[in-house]
């Protein structure tokens, strides 16, 4: 596949479509406001992995994630289990630490409610994070899960943090599988919690000691989406070697750059923490490597060699964001 076909057919998937959707969303939201788009930019950013609200010393971390319908009724245990990993895993990708989460579930009776309640159970033993209520309608006709999350950050790791000459790094937990036919990459189910746990502790560490400030948790977007929307949150641009995107060894590319991984983050790294922030991963055998170069231009180029395409140029068409939109 050349790179031009792989741009395609990322900007035609699931992921990356579901992702442009927010522009929609913003813009119908600005509308409903007396000052539209001036009423968004409060102290919250949108594109950020959390709203977080400046809270004394610190910040107060909040995230909600909805899973959705098709694969509740397909993968119950999971989808509740997932529920629950996916906001923490928000948590950390702004350099806080979880609290607590509660959720909103719909089912066709309590049987079919069971199995997610118990996946996302086991999420919260997992994680050490407590389920500390909801809502819930066991007389519904279709499967629908919401889960919400709250933190705590004394740094922020931000999407709205990257610089020109940054270094793009990916972090990724390498010792999973996929959750067939989704493109769920699951390092998380059956391993040790405490070394969960350990790994993630390693963002708000990265943020505390100064050695990184701009991050992102890999999302449905894929590894490519999740770097369209740190960029585009920075007002920045890059030039990405999909060839240094770390992998699993039997796993394609183009399967692998819009997967959704349970350990998998991006960062945008100043040049001389690089080599520091590298050992700090390493250190608990996960992957990190550079994988581009922040720059000033507001177009994302992916290149293998020789072979470049353009994956997106935020100049002409946004990616989550309206025009107006940005920080609020």
Not at 15 to 21: E, W
Not at 94 to 100: D, N, T
Not at 119 to 127: D, F, I, L, N
Not at 153 to 158: F, G
Request: hydrophobic share 45%.
């Amino acid at each position: 596949m050349s790179v031009a076909e792989l741009v395609a057919s990322l900007r035609e998937s699931r992921g990356f479509m579901h992702k442009t959707d927010i522009v929609d969303v913003l813009s119908s939201l600005a509308r409903g406001l007396p000052g539209g788009a001036d009423d968004l930019k409060q102290a919250v950013a949108v594109g950020d992995d959390c709203a977080a609200i400046a809270d004394g010393d610190g910040y107060l971390l909040f995230a909600i994630e909805g899973m959705v319908s098709d694969f509740v009724e397909a993968m119950p245990w999971f989808a509740g289990y997932s529920g629950v990993m996916v906001n923490v895993s928000d948590i950390y990708a702004m350099g806080g630490r979880p609290i607590a989460v509660v959720d909103a579930l719909w089912s066709d009776g309590i049987g079919a409610a069971g199995q997610v309640l118990a996946g996302m159970a086991a999420a919260s033993v997992a994680y050490g994070v407590p389920v500390v209520g909801g809502h819930t309608n066991t007389r519904s006709d279709q499967a629908q899960l919401a889960v919400s999350i709250l933190g705590r950050a004394s740094a922020l790791l931000s999407s709205f943090n990257a610089k020109p000459g940054d270094r793009l790094m990916m972090a990724v937990d390498l010792r999973g599988r996929f959750e067939e036919p989704y493109p769920f990459w699951n390092a998380s189910v059956g391993a040790p919690a405490t070394r969960l746990r350990a790994d993630l502790e390693l963002l708000p560490e990265l943020a505390e000691s100064g050695l990184c400030d701009a991050a992102k948790d890999i999302s449905m977007a894929g590894t490519l989406g999740t770097a369209l929307m740190l960029l585009e949150c920075s007002r920045m641009g890059a030039r990405i070697d999909v060839d240094r995107i770390p992998k699993p060894e039997d796993v394609a590319l183009a399967r692998w750059v819009t997967a959704f991984p349970s350990f998998g983050y991006l960062l945008s790294v100043r040049e001389h923490h690089v080599a520091q922030v590298q050992e700090r991963f390493a250190a608990r055998s996960l992957a990190c490597a550079v994988i581009g170069t922040v720059d000033e231009s507001c177009e994302v180029i992916v290149h293998r060699g020789d072979d470049a395409a353009v994956l997106w140029d935020f100049g002409r068409e946004p990616f989550i964001l309206t025009p107006q939109g940005g920080r609020r």
